[in-house]
């Protein structure tokens, strides 16, 4: 037998990867580290099966914060993005959090950097900003409350009518949001990378080709895909129609990992990924998402790295945005 060559646990992701014995049983070993750690292992929803299938917790991202909080678990392992893994620690300071792969990032915390946020709101000091929680701790420090898709519409129903709103970072569910409640909004120029892929023109055919689907669509998605889509939500609530439309058939239009869980939730219906520009392109997984594997979820356990760190100061400062929303809305209508 050839000797496997020494891999230091600080050297570079790809190496410790490639030094992975294959013949381990990773999910025996997860789950060994997991105890051994005192972890609770996170999933959201757009990751692959595997993954969710193995994590305690699977949901949105600001509802598996809430949940890892409310554990006696002194790790908390984030599969998702960066800011998701933030808003974990910003809601548990005392533990450690842990991301499989700190390249996973988010074209929305991308396009909105805290710099050019904060000479934003500058230029608009009357403005009360509501910021999507799809964005780094560093903008959320600079809003004055943070929304998530199911509760923005709730929490802006509550500024006052005279109060002039600054919505950031995501345009098209700000427009959505303009749209139905009728208020005038300054949007920040953001879009999520995978929902504005979906194709209009492939929709429709996919639509005629299934006639009595409806059309679950996250509001993300550009306007010309939500102008023919029969429900229009977050997540949590597209998982939930998914489970109680009558429909066999059902087209969603966001981010397909998530079908994976309506799978398992209703396996006698046919779940239906809306296509991408060619009609077949896999475009619209995220790729984001796809850089946490098995393999390095294994590694961020044994080793407790990488870790994601909040300057206490600013962690205080994300915090009330977060606080104030939570006040604005139902515990229930919180998930993102």
């Not at 999933?43 to 994590?55: G, K, N, R, S, V």
């Not at 006696?72 to 960066?82: K, S, Y």
């Not at 809305?329 to 998930?335: G, I, M, N, R, V």
């Amino acid at each position: 037998m050839t000797a496997q060559a020494y891999i230091p646990r600080d050297a570079p992701l790809e190496k410790r990867v490639g030094g992975i014995d294959p013949a381990l049983d990773l999910a025996a070993e997860i789950k060994r580290l997991a105890k051994m750690r005192n972890a609770v292992i996170l999933a959201h929803y757009y990751q692959d099966p595997e993954i969710q299938d193995i994590a305690d917790f699977v949901g949105d991202s600001l509802d598996l914060s809430r949940t890892a909080a409310a554990t006696d678990a002194d790790v908390i392992a984030f599969c998702g993005v960066r800011f998701m893994a933030e808003t974990a620690k910003i809601l548990s300071p005392g533990k450690t959090v842990v991301l499989p792969d700190m390249r996973a990032g988010c074209s929305l915390e991308d396009s909105c950097p805290a710099d050019k946020f904060e000479a934003f709101r500058k230029a608009h000091p009357d403005h009360v900003a509501i910021t999507y929680v799809n964005c780094s701790a560093a903008v959320k420090a600079l809003s004055d409350i943070i929304c998530t898709s199911t509760n923005a519409m709730t929490i802006i129903n509550q500024i006052p009518k005279d109060k002039p709103i600054l919505f950031a970072p995501d345009k098209y569910l700000g427009a959505w949001l303009a749209r139905k409640t009728g208020r005038e909004m300054l949007l920040w120029e953001g879009t999520c990378i995978v929902h504005e892929q979906f194709s209009e023109k492939e929709l429709i055919k996919l639509m005629a080709q299934y006639p009595d689907a409806p059309v679950a669509a996250h509001p993300e998605c550009p306007p010309a895909i939500l102008d023919h889509a029969d429900h229009v939500g977050s997540t949590s609530s597209i998982l939930k129609l998914a489970r109680e439309h009558p429909a066999n058939t059902i087209i969603i239009a966001t981010e397909p990992h998530i079908m994976h869980q309506m799978e398992l939730a209703a396996p006698e219906k046919t779940f239906i990924g809306a296509p991408g520009a060619d009609g077949q392109c896999s475009c619209n997984n995220c790729p984001f998402m796809a850089l946490n594997t098995m393999e390095k979820l294994y590694l961020c356990l044994r080793d407790l790295t990488p870790r994601i760190e909040v300057p206490e100061e600013i962690r205080l400062r994300a915090l009330k945005p977060l606080e104030r929303m939570l006040q604005m809305s139902p515990l229930k209508a919180a998930a993102e």
